[in-house]
């Protein structure tokens, strides 16, 4: 089986392929996109995940998102009529496709000891109809001549030149460098170091996710920070403005021993500095290690000249094993190439996962029949994103196995699972952990048949990863970079000495000199501290002021917890000491806002900031807390025995602020047992107006107000200040808790009150067509006119009768004005909107009068 296929790449290989060969920064993948974008589908294949992401937004503006697709294991998007794929390596449709063009970037790779035998497949088995390419280095021509028959090589020079440059202290490092180390220990030791006299750094390791990689590279290419420590991980796939690449080292662990490198893969990262048209130069770090820290002249000669030993061996693994059982599945996968240009595949960890669970008769006993082999081997093919090797990872597989084999995972399950990995709390190798079991299960939504709802659970597991991302970029950013050092780094250089610095009240003085202030936790340069001879003054307190701010924080922490902290909410803003520490955004409701620290705060050492952020979001929930009663109605709401129109109900009481004209709540429709559920709930059923009575004072209503605006509702009357009873009534809308008499404004809880009164002497008068009198001595006592007292009556259903003419002899004042009550028209409709029986007499009554 071996034999014939590796002799069918050598009879069947369909012409018009080329192979562009050359070191980094020779546009190969650029070139690339021109050619398949020229054709009329295409497909390009990238060894990782970021770099297929980056080229298909490129294309996407080229050819629009209905005709780009981007396949990976972890995500998908895939237009129906889509005719240009980006992919991995690992997820390109060979055999399901057929494009006009086709290309393998990085084919060198095919020497790769983990993932070698796939780019060899794709080297001797991926075509296009019209057009192939294959891109890489230049060590891999003579095994493309002898493995692919008629191909085109095209040798590609280098646009700029790169020149070795010695070693460097890290501290003598230029800006716009790259320090390249090999363990994330030592990023981490070098970039705290940077942040130290530098500002700080951009950090690239090959565990973070494609977002947060991004996100950090954003902040180096935009010139925040003028420093990126990364790993190996930046040799292939960036694209920087980097000018020095430095080697903290250049030896590394590559999973099986401690070796160091080879000249290509210095060449790969040294590569990295000089982009485009613009030379760059490489050295190493002293100090960082002994002899082998050091470049050899060969090694020098070699990447400066772009000449390298060609490679002798691609491995290569039978693509196509039999899947009768899981001992001829292996055998398949063992089985040892016929062409002298390959060799067998290294044992990867699919293959070592595979093997480690073959041999447990639990597992292996459950694997019986073609499908099912199929079936295990992709599973065994997850991979080990959380680079926890093959023991820990088969537990994991046989776990997933257990849940596959007798059908597809159901939702509810994985949503649990993504669910769990859903908190952004932790620090750098915790949140580094996550990412990575997310993208396992990112993995595992994107399987055709493994998942159900798999559309639903893949957006979700994305959601996630992005949100962990965006949570390790900030702790990143946290941990390695000095904003406002950098700046000052960039225009002082580092000769700002340790000069002393104090703080008195707000005023920071160096060496006794006043240079500017801290108000709140911003600083502020005095603006004569901007000549050229203090700039050295300006440095030292920069340096200074890190622990100036956490005495601060912890100052204001503890003025928190005791209560005596004089913190204001001011426009959705807590403020103190006239500066702005945090603002309030759109949280899930309208009660539950997000406190966002200000950027102020990012100058405070993390955990004085974590601590003194922790104390702002109690100190908003005690300010919050008068607006109880309607975070209990919106509990209710949420509730599901609540009921679509008790909810409906609630809902527009909590965006009015606790008060709703009666007429609009739909308050008559709800049932005995709803109603009793309201008045449970603390809202007063008025006769014109549904009210909280909690919610009838003016820095309550502002507060609401407040949150109203956050959540982006529109913007009421502000309140009355004392909440007086009785208003003038103006041109401009009635201020909340007001009912509008006309000529006069009255408080809801005291128009309830005088028309409870009515309704009392209305019970309590003998039923006669004379009516019932009604005292105006407590109306007149809130303010009211006798025209609103009137009106009010009248809104309620409430009307005067005519007085009877006095006899022509008769003489005294003239006799009390006399009211009669009719129920209001909605509760009339309110009562008669029962359903008609259409069996019953008055049905037909009804049909013989229409």
């Given at each position: 089986m071996a034999y014939d296929r590796n002799a069918s790449a050598r009879n069947d290989a369909p012409t018009g392929v080329k192979a562009v060969l050359g070191p980094t920064n020779t546009g190969k993948t650029h070139l690339a996109i021109e050619r398949m974008c020229a054709h009329s589908s295409g497909m390009i294949g990238f060894p990782l995940r970021l770099l297929a992401r980056e080229v298909y937004d490129r294309v996407v503006k080229i050819k629009g998102e209905k005709s780009v697709a981007l396949i990976t294991g972890e995500e998908r998007i895939e237009p129906p009529n889509a005719r240009y794929l980006l992919c991995t390596a690992e997820a390109m449709p060979v055999t399901e496709r057929s494009m006009a063009f086709v290309a393998i970037d990085e084919a060198q790779l095919a020497a790769d000891r983990e993932r070698g035998h796939v780019f060899t497949d794709r080297l001797l088995h991926a075509r296009g109809r019209e057009e192939t390419m294959i891109l890489g280095s230049s060590i891999a021509e003579p095994l493309v001549r002898a493995l692919v028959p008629g191909v085109e090589i095209v040798t590609r020079?280098?646009?700029?030149?790169?020149?070795?440059?010695?070693?460097?202290?890290?501290?003598?490092?230029p800006p716009r460098s790259a320090i390249v180390a090999f363990s994330s220990e030592q990023v981490y030791a070098i970039a705290e170091m940077l942040r130290r006299f530098r500002g700080g750094a951009a950090v690239v390791m090959g565990a973070l996710s494609p977002q947060t990689r991004n996100a950090q590279v954003?902040?180096?290419?935009?010139?925040?920070v003028d420093y990126?420590?990364?790993?190996?991980?930046?040799?292939?796939?960036?694209?920087l403005d980097v000018e020095h690449v430095a080697f903290a080292g250049l030896s590394k662990y590559d999973g099986r021993r401690h070796r160091r490198l080879t000249p290509p893969e210095m060449a790969q990262i040294a590569g990295r500095a000089g982009r485009h048209q613009k030379d760059g130069t490489f050295g190493t770090l002293t100090g960082s290690g002994g002899h082998d820290s050091e470049f050899d002249p060969e090694e020098i000669y070699a990447i400066e000249e772009h000449r390298f030993a060609p490679l002798t061996k691609l491995f290569w693994r039978e693509p196509e094993p039999r899947f009768d059982s899981l001992a001829t599945l292996i055998a398949d996968l063992e089985t040892p190439p016929m062409r002298p240009e390959l060799a067998p595949a290294p044992e990867a960890i699919d293959l070592a996962v595979l093997k480690r669970l073959a041999d447990e008769g639990p597992v292996a006993d459950t694997v019986r029949g073609l499908g099912q082999v199929r079936r295990f081997w992709d599973v065994c093919r997850l991979p080990d994103f959380r680079h926890q090797g093959v023991e820990t990872h088969s537990r994991f597989v046989a776990r997933l196995w257990q849940d596959l084999r007798q059908g597809e995972l159901g939702a509810d399950?994985?949503?649990?699972?993504?669910?769990?990995?859903?908190?952004?709390?932790?620090?750098?190798?915790?949140?580094?952990?996550?990412?990575?079991?997310?993208?396992?299960?990112?993995?595992?939504?994107?399987?055709?048949?493994w998942v159900l709802a798999r559309d639903e659970m893949a957006a979700r597991a994305r959601a996630v990863e992005a949100r962990l991302s965006d949570a390790l970029h900030s702790k990143l950013t946290e941990r390695f970079i000095n904003r406002r050092t950098a700046v000052l780094m960039r225009k002082l250089g580092t000769d700002a000495g340790l000069l002393s610095v104090r703080l008195e009240d707000e005023e920071v003085l160096v060496e006794g000199e006043h240079i500017g202030a801290?108000?709140?936790?911003?600083?502020?340069?005095?603006?004569?501290?901007?000549l050229s001879d203090r700039k050295l003054l300006l440095a030292a307190a920069e340096k200074h002021l890190s622990s100036l701010l956490q005495k601060r924080a912890d100052t204001?922490?503890?003025?928190?917890?005791?209560?005596?902290?004089?913190i204001t909410l001011q426009g959705g803003a807590l403020v103190w000491d006239g500066q702005k520490l945090a603002s309030l955004a759109p949280g899930k409701s309208l009660l539950t806002p997000v406190l966002v620290p200000d950027r102020t705060l990012d100058a405070v050492p993390a955990p004085s900031r974590k601590a003194l952020v922790a104390a702002l979001e109690a100190w908003l929930d005690t300010a919050i807390a008068p607006l109880a009663p309607l975070r209990k109605l919106d509990e209710a709401s949420r509730a599901p025995d609540?009921?679509?129109?008790?909810?409906?109900?609630?809902?527009?009481?909590?965006?009015?602020g606790g008060m709703a004209p009666r007429e609009e709540t739909g308050v008559d429709r709800l049932d005995k047992g709803r109603r009793t559920m309201l008045t449970r709930l603390g809202v007063r059923v008025g006769t014109l107006d549904l009210f909280v009575p909690a919610m009838l004072r003016a820095q309550v209503i502002e507060l609401w107000?407040?949150?109203?605006?956050?959540?982006?509702?529109?913007?009421?009357?502000?309140?009355?200040?004392?909440?007086?009873?009785?208003?003038?009534?103006?041109n401009r809308r009635p201020p909340l808790g007001y009912r509008n008499l006309g000529k006069q404004l009255l408080r809801l809880d005291m128009a309830e009150k005088l028309l409870r009164e009515a309704h009392d002497a209305r019970a309590g008068a003998e039923r006669s067509r004379a009516g019932f009198a009604l005292d105006p001595a407590r109306a007149v006592s809130m303010g009211l006119t006798t025209g609103s007292y009137a009106r009010l009556l009248r809104l309620a259903g409430f009307q005067p009768l005519m007085p009877r003419a006095l006899a022509e002899a008769a003489h005294g004042p003239p006799a009390p004005v006399r009211w009669r009550w009719r129920p209001p028209r909605r509760q009339v409709e309110a009562e008669t909107s029962a359903p008609m029986r259409r069996d019953g007499a008055f049905a037909a009554l009804a049909d013989m009068v229409r």
């Open positions: 020079p280098r646009f700029s030149t790169l020149t070795h440059s010695g070693a460097k202290k890290l501290s003598r490092v954003a902040l180096y290419q935009s010139g925040e990126l420590v990364a790993t190996d991980a930046i040799g292939m796939g960036l694209n399950y994985v949503a649990a699972q993504i669910a769990q990995l859903d908190r952004t709390g932790g620090d750098i190798d915790t949140l580094q952990g996550r990412i990575a079991a997310i993208r396992s299960w990112a993995y595992i939504c994107q399987r055709p048949d801290l108000r709140g936790f911003a600083f502020q340069v005095d603006p004569g501290a901007r204001l922490v503890e003025a928190l917890h005791e209560g005596s902290a004089a609540t009921g679509p129109d008790l909810r409906a109900l609630l809902i527009t009481l909590v965006e009015r107000r407040q949150l109203a605006r956050i959540a982006g509702k529109p913007d009421a009357e502000a309140p009355a200040p004392q909440m007086a009873p009785a208003l003038a009534a103006s």
